[in-house]
């Protein structure tokens, strides 16, 4: 499933190319069908990230151990495409004002468009991640310590709060408007500080997190309805089609947060069950692998077609479908090549490292001093504490 999350940003990214959109109409037919694409890719990864967090933790893991693990997960591919869009296109425009926050995945925090959607657009979106994973320890102990029976009430207040904020956002003055190079941009026109209240802003997708943390819960405490994974789509389909008629602060993730929730859940239900998934193939488990190089390195690919090579204008439908999926599978071959020499390497060697740290501290513990027991063990009177995240 993350795979087709990433590929609907790459989607609605490729329907803002001057080839794919119609000159002198609001919207394209393909664009008016993907406009929405990338807002609720997105907001579907950060409800998946609270639910597999939850859905894996360790009673003997640290905190300081998952930060390691979730901060090598992202930081080198981070890094690397970082200096790629800096290098290939960003550069004539890049500031030193938009290219240190975003280096330093700070951009989110920031209300200005040509900061948080600056450099290597995508990753404004780790910007809020690292906020999730530096939360996640300390909003897991207190989702565990809600009563089974009260976390389906916890779960629908925390959607209620997310539908709502759109309503709330709308009484605050509007500021200044996206004004992108075409109106074709689904942007364009709104304003930029509500939209960054709503969508970008780390705490107020803190919510969309803590609700994939509180469905996982859900389901692994036996609370979960019973709702199959055809009818979840089902919903999930008809909420992205009534996104694509909302207004556009409610378009963002208002309208399909509730649905993308319930299809995780249920999808994560019946793997529980040992039934499986359509996805569960390895073709699929291969491609949620590099999904998140793709997520990152798409973006770069398509800025470089038009920016840097002038692709503006397909001669055809036929060449704007060619070039649309020869793009997709370069992107997916240098998402590959990431997957392969960057982010796989750096999870392996932070493992083994940790492996490494925690045989030594097991030796330590079993083979005190001579000199007098070893602090922390039971001979020290001090017990061995282990944090859980």
């Known amino acids: 499933?993350?795979?087709?999350?990433?590929?609907?940003?790459?989607?609605?990214?490729?329907?803002?190319?001057?080839?794919?959109?119609?000159?002198?109409?609001?919207?394209?037919?393909?664009?008016?069908?993907?406009?929405?694409?990338?807002?609720?890719?997105?907001?579907?990864?950060?409800?998946?990230?609270?639910?597999?967090?939850?859905?894996?933790a360790r009673d003997d893991d640290t905190t300081t151990a998952f930060w390691g693990r979730r901060i090598v997960k992202i930081a080198p591919n981070h890094v690397v495409t970082f200096l790629v869009a800096l290098a290939s296109y960003a550069y004539a425009s890049a500031t030193w004002g938009a290219g240190i926050p975003n280096f330093l995945l700070l951009q989110a925090w920031i209300p200005r468009d040509d900061?948080?959607?600056?450099?290597?657009?995508?990753?404004?979106?780790?910007?809020?991640?690292?906020?999730?994973?530096?939360?996640?320890?300390?909003?897991y102990r207190r989702v565990r310590r809600i009563r089974a029976e009260r976390l389906w009430w916890w779960a629908g207040g925390t959607?209620?709060?997310?539908?709502?904020?759109?309503?709330?956002?709308?009484?605050?003055?509007?500021?200044?408007?996206?004004?992108?190079?075409?109106?074709?941009?689904?942007?364009?026109?709104?304003?930029?500080?509500?939209?960054?209240?709503?969508?970008?802003?780390?705490?107020?997708?803190?919510l969309d997190f803590l609700l994939g943390i509180l469905m996982a819960r859900i389901v692994l405490t036996g609370r979960w309805m019973?709702?199959?994974?055809?009818?979840?789509?089902a919903v999930t389909l008809a909420a992205y089609a009534l996104s694509l008629q909302a207004p556009f602060l409610f378009s963002l993730n208002a309208v399909v947060v509730v649905p993308f929730a319930l299809l995780i859940s249920a999808a994560a239900a019946r793997d529980a069950q040992g039934r499986g998934t359509a996805v569960g193939g390895r073709v699929w488990?291969?491609?949620?692998?590099?999904?998140?190089?793709?997520?990152?390195?798409?973006?770069?690919?398509?800025?470089?077609?038009?920016?840097?090579?002038?692709?503006r204008e397909a001669g055809s439908l036929a060449e704007a479908a060619g070039v649309a999926v020869?793009?997709?599978?370069?992107?997916?071959?240098?998402?590959?090549?990431?997957?392969?020499?960057?982010?796989?390497?750096?999870?392996?060697?932070?493992?083994?490292?940790?492996?490494?740290?925690a045989r030594t501290l097991r030796v330590a513990h079993a083979q005190p001093a001579a000199d007098g027991p070893v602090p922390g063990s039971e001979e020290s009177g001090r017990p061995v504490t282990v944090g859980t995240p």
């Open 226 to 233: 019973g709702l199959g994974v055809l009818p979840a789509l």
């Open 326 to 357: 020869l793009i997709a599978a370069v992107s997916l071959l240098l998402a590959w090549l990431l997957y392969v020499g960057v982010e796989r390497p750096a999870v392996r060697a932070w493992a083994r490292r940790s492996r490494a740290r």
């Open 115 to 139: 900061v948080f959607f600056s450099i290597n657009n995508p990753s404004w979106s780790l910007s809020c991640e690292l906020v999730f994973y530096l939360l996640f320890p300390a909003l």
């Open 1 to 56: 499933m993350r795979f087709f999350a990433a590929f609907l940003v790459f989607l609605f990214h490729l329907s803002l190319l001057d080839a794919y959109s119609t000159p002198g109409e609001q919207h394209g037919p393909f664009a008016s069908a993907v406009k929405n694409g990338g807002w609720a890719g997105v907001t579907f990864f950060f409800i998946l990230s609270g639910f597999v967090l939850a859905w894996s």
């Open 285 to 311: 488990v291969w491609l949620g692998e590099v999904s998140f190089a793709f997520y990152l390195v798409h973006q770069i690919l398509l800025s470089v077609l038009q920016e840097r090579f002038g692709y």
């Open 159 to 206: 959607a209620m709060v997310i539908i709502s904020l759109p309503l709330l956002v709308q009484l605050l003055p509007a500021g200044e408007s996206f004004g992108p190079n075409h109106a074709n941009s689904p942007l364009y026109g709104h304003s930029i500080t509500q939209m960054w209240l709503v969508y970008i802003f780390p705490p107020a997708r803190v």
